[in-house]
């Protein structure tokens, strides 16, 4: 019979022992361990997992007991931080809430509490940022003679401009005259007598622009045409004139709308048409005409968006807005040119200009060879 040896043993420190063996031998390996959760496994005995989760593998439990001292002379204790989630809770109360919580605490909310720091700001809508309705009745409509449809298409397009002209009409009555007149002080509101006020304020506001005079600009344009206009004046200069009105100034549109809805706070918007004669140039901050002319008057049509904050005793209409229709011609861009001086060449290839570092090593080479003609 063939003799094997092999170590038998479950625990540290377990003796060998020799068995003799009638059949093949084989060898059983005995791993010396510390824990007898590691016996039977081999991720616990390599270390991979823990046998006790909450502390760290093998014996560093026992460092961890010796070291406790130190690590905690590391960590410094404050004592008054504030409870973040507490104050959030306190925050979200009501002032009865908050009361009733102080009562509970024994705590005077009267004497003992300073008030809370509310951070509610007033907002007041008096003015809009854009126009409510910026459609323009079409002056001139598809023509039957001059069109080039045949009669069916030329029909839908009467139909249609009809339409509009239909619905234009209902809107200026129904969500503009009407709503305008049940304020108080608009009850002889007439959109037939309009016209002549409108063309004051518009002389006014380009007079005042003109001079520059803030304080009453701000009665006579709204916040939205004071970012319009005065870029104009602050960079520059411009010259106004009003010399004909070719066309008797007519209401084209009227709307008015409550903002919020249903809070009562109208703001009313009129379109005025004006067919006017006048002469403007606007020069940049060099003094350069950029735009216009201050000799020839241009012949215009302007369709001005006017608005009034109805909603108190003391509006007043204020110039807004400008609207360009679709169908009219499109105003050329300002070509912003200057004459050059007297004896001005360019030139034709650009120079190189030196580096830094070039002029810097150039002073030190002048520098050395001073000192080498110093020294001699």
Same mark, same amino acid.
């Given at each position: ?31 010396? $361990? ?50 973040? $989630? ?159 009105? $070719? ?86 861009? $300002? ?42």
């Amino acid at each position: 019979q063939m003799l094997s040896v092999f170590r038998v043993g479950t625990r540290l420190g377990a003796f060998p022992t020799v068995l003799p063996l009638a059949s093949v031998p084989t060898a059983t390996q005995s791993a010396g $361990v510390h824990h007898h959760l590691e016996r039977r496994n081999l991720r616990r005995f390599l270390g991979i997992e823990r046998s006790n989760k909450a502390r760290a593998n093998r014996n560093t439990h026992h460092n961890e007991r010796m070291f406790r001292g130190m690590r905690g002379r590391k960590t410094v204790l404050m004592d008054n931080l504030p409870d973040d $989630v507490e104050q959030r809770r306190l925050d979200a109360m009501t002032p009865y809430q908050a009361r009733d919580e102080m009562l509970a605490k024994g705590i005077n909310p009267y004497k003992e509490v300073s008030p809370r720091n509310w951070r509610e700001h007033d907002v007041t809508i008096q003015s809009l940022y854009a126009v409510m309705d910026p459609y323009v009745p079409n002056e001139a409509p598809t023509s039957w003679t001059k069109s080039g449809l045949s009669f069916v298409p030329l029909l839908k397009t009467k139909g249609e401009e009809w339409k509009q002209w239909g619905m234009h009409k209902f809107h200026n009555r129904w969500s503009g005259t009407k709503k305008i007149a049940r304020k108080e002080g608009f009850e002889k509101f007439n959109t037939k007598t309009f016209g002549p006020l409108a063309d004051e304020i518009y002389e006014q506001a380009h007079n005042a622009l003109m001079a520059r005079d803030k304080k009453k600009l701000a009665g006579l344009i709204t916040e939205s045409a004071h970012a319009q206009m005065w870029p104009d004046v602050a960079n520059g200069n411009i010259v106004w004139k009003l010399v004909e009105r $070719v066309k008797k100034s007519e209401v084209v549109n009227v709307r008015c709308q409550d903002i919020p809805e249903k809070s009562g706070n109208d703001i009313a918007q009129i379109t005025v048409r004006m067919h006017l004669k006048q002469i403007l140039a606007v020069y940049d901050r060099f003094g350069h005409l950029i735009l216009g002319s201050e000799t020839e008057p241009r012949e215009t049509k302007e369709y001005v968006v006017f608005e009034n904050h109805i909603a108190v005793i003391d509006g007043k209409w204020r110039l807004h807005e400008k609207i360009y229709p679709h169908w009219m011609p499109k105003k050329e861009p $300002v070509l912003r040119t200057m004459k050059m001086p007297e004896g001005y060449t360019r030139l034709k290839k650009a120079n190189a200009l030196p580096l830094r570092a070039q002029e810097l090593s150039e002073k030190k080479k002048k520098q050395k060879n001073q000192k080498k003609q110093e020294e001699e």
